[in-house]
Each structure stands twice: as structure tokens, then as C-alpha cells.
């Protein structure tokens, strides 16, 4: 069972436009959601995260948005740049999920096109 | 600053080997520790993770073992290797109370 879930494995865009990427989510006790960027051959680094508080969150080009009625958020980036090129997964978790475990989509691999 | 390492980073080993990842954190006391596997095409699967010395807790039934000898070290094993525990495995650590998680640079494990 996804709880966590990515439905679109690949996306491209244009340098110097938004990029929007989704997740959305089935579980209704996670209340903390976790952004995260993956080159090829090395670990994921932590962008952003949001609690379920909140509905935006923003940090340089990244701001992620979530829709707690619709178990959905978006993390946007903009402008985006040819670094941004990478995989990005969405995680989640909550207070009653103990330990901090996170729950991962499968990811969605942006490309910018220069 | 914390630093989180892992090695090796890459590692070919044939089936019904022995394996031992390491994973070690520096800068921070008493993490709670984490291994993920990715396998080709897929998301981060949790295997397991620890919240203290000695104590592990296991997300996959699988061909897997981990043991936690020391607070800052996180040591993924198998006796025997499978052709289906080839994957990208990632160890991670976050501080008590914290949600984000921080990775390690990965070991890419193929056995043939």
C-alpha cells in the first residue's frame, strides 16, 4: 500500500521556468512533510519541509504548498535552473508514526531543458 | 558540523557472499539511525532503524540484518547474498525530535 505517492516518475522544463512537482498522500495522521533532492549516485539531500500547520512554506526558489482537505502538496520551483536537475521525493511522517520514520514516494525525476 | 559516512560506495559481491555496509555519524550524539535501500526504478525503502545501541528495529522481512555496536555506528549485514539485494543502500541519521533525515553518500551493492 502507497501512502505516499508520486504519479509522475519524469518531468521537463524550460531554464527559467516554474517547475511544479506533486505528491499526494492517503494517510490522514501525517502531519509533517518532507522534500528531497537525489543526483545520481549519492544521497538525498533534505529542500524543504512543511507541517501540517501550515499550507506554505518558502525558502529561495523553493516553496512548497500543502492541501491537507485534498492530502496533496507541491513543491515549486522558480526559476529553475539546469542544477535542478535531479530526482525528487516527497516524504511524510507524523507524531504517531514514533521514531520519525518517513515514508517516501517513488520519486519524479525533473530535467531542465537549457 | 554533523558528517555522515558510509563505504564502501561501491561493492561487487557474488551470490551466497557475506556483506558488512558501515555507516558512521559524526557531530551529534545519540541519533536515531536509519538504512534505505533504492532499488533500480524505485523509491526509498526503509529497512531499518535503530534509536539507541542495541536496539534495532526491522520495517522488511528480508535477507538483511542490522546491528548498532556503538551510538554513532550502523552496520547493514547478510550471511548469504541474493541476486535480488542488489540496490543503491543508504544509511541516514536525524536528531531526536527531528523529522528531517540526513543521508549518507550511498553504497551501490550488485550481486552477480
Known amino acids: 500500500d502507497q501512502q505516499v505517492k508520486q504519479n509522475s516518475p519524469s518531468l521537463s522544463v524550460q531554464e527559467g521556468r516554474i517547475s511544479i512537482l506533486n505528491c499526494d498522500y492517503t494517510n490522514s495522521m501525517f502531519d509533517y512533510f518532507l522534500w528531497y533532492k537525489k543526483y545520481p549516485a549519492e544521497g538525498p539531500t533534505f529542500l524543504i519541509s512543511i507541517s501540517s500547520i501550515k499550507d506554505k512554506n518558502e525558502d529561495g526558489r523553493f516553496t512548497v504548498f500543502l492541501n491537507k482537505s485534498a492530502k496533496h502538496l507541491s513543491l515549486h520551483i522558480v526559476p529553475s535552473q539546469p542544477g535542478d536537475s535531479a530526482v525528487y521525493f516527497c516524504a511524510a511522517s507524523g507524531k504517531d508514526f514514533g521514531n520519525e520514520k518517513l515514508t517516501f514516494g517513488t520519486g519524479t525525476r525533473l530535467t531542465i531543458i537549457p | 558540523s554533523q558528517t555522515i559516512h558510509q563505504w564502501p560506495a561501491t561493492l561487487v559481491q557474488p551470490v551466497g557472499s557475506p556483506l558488512s555496509l558501515e555507516c558512521t555519524v559524526e557531530?551529534?550524539?545519540?541519533?536515531?539511525l536509519y538504512w534505505y535501500r533504492q532499488a533500480a526504478g524505485r523509491g526509498l525503502q526503509l529497512l531499518f532503524y535503530s534509536v539507541g545501541i542495541g536496539q534495532i528495529s526491522s520495517e522488511v522481512p528480508q535477507n538483511l540484518s542490522a546491528s548498532r555496536p556503538q551510538d554513532r555506528q550502523f552496520i547493514l549485514s547478510s550471511k548469504k547474498l541474493l541476486l535480488s539485494d542488489s540496490g543503491f543502500y543508504l544509511c541516514?541519521?536525524?536528531?531526536?525530535?527531528?523529522?528531517?533525515?540526513?543521508f549518507g553518500p550511498g553504497t551501490r551493492l550488485t550481486v552477480t
Open positions: 557531530g551529534t550524539s545519540n541519533p536515531n
Open positions: 541516514a541519521w536525524s536528531g531526536t525530535g527531528g523529522w528531517e533525515q540526513y
